[in-house]
């Protein structure tokens, strides 16, 4: 059959560029939400995120009529659910957004649709789907390992895309497809070939899963390592960012940047979803997330360390006179998105500790959040003349252009200092 209506379940990051890129190609796009204001946004024909040229596409689709947001679903050809899977307290997976989008769906389905997950799951999330859609609908059969006619196809795709280049990675990048049973591999292929011009790869559902969650354990191994390496410089007072560059001339060696920790919903979360499946096998990615997830005490540690010899080198001042200005709360570079960022864990930790100012420098976010609502948005400029104290936290673009100041810093991105 052929996708002509196509139903995206989650307006996010993720959720509204690729509604976005159907309705670019002539599809009638239905995208779902429980955010009202992003449905609102969304129908003025604008956006409720940051991505650059998201806006234009979304406002030229809004105004021809191939996209239009609601919170309840409609009957689709294809249905796409790209909606948070966020960890518990116990960082075991929590589905409970997928299995809700599947009750949501499961009353508009029809024989011949597709049902595909594209949100970062957990090895057997995608079964999990096809066995939660059945439970709700008993008129209509579901796909399972041997079954290659069910009424409803299910497979997962992954996004692999960067943020900040969303727009342009979901259309070049390779596409890893994993149906449960090959035909639904078969038929994912047939609705992504409409806009995504890289290779659409195939596989099992299991492997699919796997894969997403194994690129980004590898990236959080080799972050930890340049964190790792960073603390063990700092003690043996050696520049870990002069001894990256030196490194990195070995023909055979490409050591990652240090930071305050790691960040946003991949790479900061994925690993835990293979730690939940092979708690004993999975040796090494503990002790990875072990090692980042400790990186922002560390920063912590040097913030009071600085306070101290700010004190100590200017007696006439008390703590509570004090001002430090935190550079970045996004959990990276140049975007607005605040999910999982170890910056600002940071900012919130010194918040507390301070009893001066803190200022918080941040080009990307108009208001911020509750979190830091007893901290003060400050102009770039305005801060480097007036703060005590200096913590580089996200090398915004912004913050690459200027002269950083000269003493009392702690950058822990390697750009001023």
Not at 108 to 120: A, R, W, Y
Not at 244 to 268: D, E, F, M, T, Y
Not at 270 to 284: G, R, V
Request: glycine share 6%.
């Amino acid at each position: 059959m052929s996708f002509d209506t196509v139903s995206v379940v989650g307006l996010g990051y993720i959720g509204l560029p690729t509604a976005a890129m159907f309705a670019s190609r002539k599809k009638k796009v239905i995208g779902v939400d429980v955010n009202q204001d992003a449905i609102d946004t969304i129908n003025r024909g604008e956006i409720h995120i940051v991505e650059p040229d998201l806006d234009t596409i979304v406002h030229a689709t809004v105004t021809e009529g191939f996209l239009q947001a609601t919170t309840k679903p409609e009957p689709a050809d294809a249905f796409l659910i790209a909606v948070p899977t966020p960890f518990k307290e116990d960082h075991e997976p929590d589905l409970s957004y997928i299995e809700a989008s599947c009750k949501a769906i499961a009353p508009v389905l029809e024989k011949g649709n597709l049902v595909i997950l594209e949100s970062t799951s957990p090895v057997g999330a995608t079964e999990a789907v096809a066995k939660w859609l059945a439970r709700e609908r008993e008129d209509l059969s579901f796909p399972h390992k041997h079954n290659d006619e069910p009424d409803v196809n299910v497979a997962h795709c992954p996004e692999r895309v960067l943020p900040g280049h969303v727009v342009r990675e979901l259309v070049e990048n390779d596409r890893v497809i994993g149906g449960i049973t090959p035909e639904c591999s078969r038929k994912a292929v047939e609705l992504y070939s409409c806009f995504v011009q890289g290779e659409c790869i195939i596989t099992n559902a299991r492997t699919a899963e796997m894969a997403k969650l194994t690129e980004n354990s590898f990236r959080d191994v080799n972050i930890a390592f340049a964190n790792e390496l960073s603390i063990i410089c700092d003690k043996l007072d050696i520049d870990v960012w002069e001894l990256i560059k030196l490194s990195n001339r070995h023909p055979r060696v490409n050591i990652l940047q240090p930071g305050p920790g790691v960040g946003g919903h991949c790479i900061a979360v994925d690993p835990w979803f293979i730690i939940s499946k092979t708690p004993k096998e999975a040796k090494l990615i503990r002790v990875a997330r072990d090692v980042n997830d400790e990186k922002p005490s560390w920063v912590l540690q040097k913030v009071k360390e600085s306070i101290a010899d700010f004190l100590l080198t200017n007696p006439e001042k008390t703590a509570k006179d004090i001002s430090i200005a935190c550079y970045g709360i996004t959990f990276k570079p140049d975007i607005d998105d605040l999910r999982e960022s170890p910056a600002l864990a940071i900012t919130k930790q010194v918040l507390d500790l301070n009893q001066g100012d803190t200022l918080v420098v941040e080009p990307n976010v108009i208001e911020l959040p509750e979190e830091l609502s007893k901290a003060k948005i400050i102009d770039l400029n305005e801060s480097l003349i007036s703060s005590d104290i200096h913590l580089m936290l996200v090398d915004h673009k912004e913050f690459k252009l200027v002269e950083g100041p000269s003493s009392n810093l702690i950058d822990t991105k390697g750009i001023w200092g």
